[in-house]
Nanobody
Framework: EVQLVESGGALVQAGGSLRLSCEAP????????VGWFRQAPGKKRVGVSA???????DYADSVKGRFTVGKNNAKNTVYLQMNSLNPEDTDIYYC???????????????????WGQGTQVTVSS
């Protein structure tokens, strides 16, 4: 089974920035839609951002203007650049992938077949 691996999570002060990366040696991201999700303890996992196989970008309203998703095809990685972080961004962040475009809304976790284990992002006040 395809295993995605997230990295880059850290503790950062409010207003700071982080760059998360997603890797998957078993697939070529250029052929997949990749989404970013986040989840706090005891709460529902929600979509943050996504980049489709055709290059379409999508963002949750809560992160528009602050987060940027992209692909580095040379390295076969997907990144999530997070700027102007606030404490509400504190969550475990997951990347997910599906071949092609998937069958659901890009920020719906049902759209994805493969998931990583998550990386912790903590934003202090």
């Amino acid at each position: 089974e395809v295993q995605l691996v997230e990295s880059g999570g850290a503790l950062v002060q409010a207003g700071g920035s982080l760059r998360l990366s997603c890797e998957a040696p078993g697939i070529t991201f250029d052929d997949y839609t990749v989404g970013w999700f986040r989840q706090a303890p005891g709460k529902k996992r929600v979509g943050v951002s996504a980049i489709s196989a055709s290059g379409y970008l999508d963002y949750a309203d809560s992160v528009k203007g602050r987060f940027t998703v992209g692909k580095n095809n040379a390295k076969n990685t997907v990144y999530l650049q997070m700027n102007s972080l606030n404490p509400e961004d504190t969550d475990i962040y997951y990347c997910a992938a599906v071949r092609g475009e998937g069958k659901y809304y890009f920020l719906d976790e049902q759209n994805y077949d493969y998931w990583g284990q998550g990386t912790q992002v903590t934003v202090s006040s």
